[in-house]
């Protein structure tokens, strides 16, 4: 990886995209430690250690970088953008002017669903800062109290998710990787130089046990190499291709593969999972409920139900994910034209039947990989008796599926400007 980004740099054009992806990070970094007005930070801050640091809130605060717990201009960061994406592609599938509007329309059906996410996450902002306020008010750490205050820390909220889907946006357009991805990344690796701080206060006050601390860090690293191993797996489907006369020349005739990954969907069927299955639990933390049994037993993120739920949705959204991005028949059909077939089947349509039963096997696995790792630290955390690795646990599968695909885009991006520098 580091190979890679020395290598990057040394790409006039290349080094211009990572130095505006981290001029962009670090305008995210600011507006993360911008607090916004009426609010005691302090006395949140304090309650959110105590009481709300292994409840859905806390994985919303890790993933904005602490952003959440001080009641900062970015405090719901990314994630009105990531539950807007979500309506919008469900409707997609459930309603037909929007299907049109994504396959017929070509590029311009795809600006006006963009559109459409965008006015999604400013009516989710308003929702989202209006109950974040709601439990301020609940839990008495607001300063002041009133319409105005009201207001201004609802629209204040609102504009920071904005502003965050924006720079979102302009990494993904004139930066490197995926917009979205990259600020979960900033959001979560700022934390650790604190996670770090804590773990050696909690050894040195014997909160924990030395032994316990050496166990979690070796898991931590073998965790994040079989994540690591299974994310660069793939499934290589043979193809063959028909020789091809054109003029006084041959074309085709060689043998290839069409590889598919295993894990496909990367990080975003965990996000998408953790953001529905953690609806109950923030409801509950916004009106101030989270001292009940349904609360403890049932929403909260190391319950037994909230387990199975986060489980069932990790398998939905990984095929949701790969029937967008697979389309067997569309494959075949290219294959088709192409030249192209699977040995011992038709080209066309009958080349779609064994493609299909690949990638629903290949989606089952990488689905069971993600459900086993986002669980894992939560049955290892209920025994163990260590409160935040539910959250930890999520936190490492996307840093670490993060820094993947960013390499992948580089490294995809510096193959592309060689082969451009050999061609002219």
Known sequence: MFTTLRNAWKIPELRKKLLFTLMILLIFRVGSAVPVPYVNVEALSNYFRYNLSNTVLGLYNAMSGSAFSQATLFALGIQPYINASIIIELLTIAWPKLERMAKEEGEEGKRKLNRITRYTTIGLGLVLGAA???????????????????????????????????????????????GISIILFAGIVSRVPSTIGTMVSSLKSGAIQWWTCILLVIGSLLLIAFIVFITNSERRIPVQYAKRVVGRKVYGG???????????????????????????????????????????????????????????????????????????????????????????????????????????????????????????????????????????????????????????????????????????
């Open 254 to 424: 060689q043998n290839t593969h069409l590889p598919i990954k295993v894990n496909m969907s990367g990080v975003l069927p965990i996000i998408f999972a953790q953001s529905i299955a953690s609806l109950p639990a923030t409801a509950c933390a916004f009106f101030g409920g989270t001292n009940g049994w349904w609360y403890t037993h049932v929403f909260s993120n190391t319950s037994t139900v909230y387990a199975v739920c986060y489980f069932i949705l990790i398998i939905l959204f990984s095929y949701f994910y790969a029937s967008v991005q697979y389309n067997p028949v569309e494959i075949a059909n290219n294959l088709k034209k192409n030249g192209g077939f699977i040995p011992g089947f038709r080209p066309g349509r009958p080349t779609a039947e064994p493609i299909a039963k690949t990638i629903n096997k290949i989606v089952l696995f990488g689905a069971l990989f993600l459900s086993v790792v986002a669980l894992l630290p939560i049955i290892i955390g209920n025994v163990v008796g260590v409160s935040g690795l539910a959250i930890g646990g999520t936190s490492v599968i996307i840093v670490v599926g993060v820094a993947i695909e960013t390499v992948a885009a580089i490294e995809a991006q510096m193959l592309m400007r060689h082969y451009k520098g050999f061609l002219e």
């Open 132 to 178: 974040y306020y709601m439990m301020l008010s609940n839990y008495q750490l607001l300063a002041t109290t009133g319409f105005l205050p009201a207001v201004v820390v609802v629209l204040s909220f609102t504009a920071g998710a904005s502003l965050v889907m924006w720079l979102g946006e302009q990494i993904t357009e004139f930066g490197i990787g995926n």
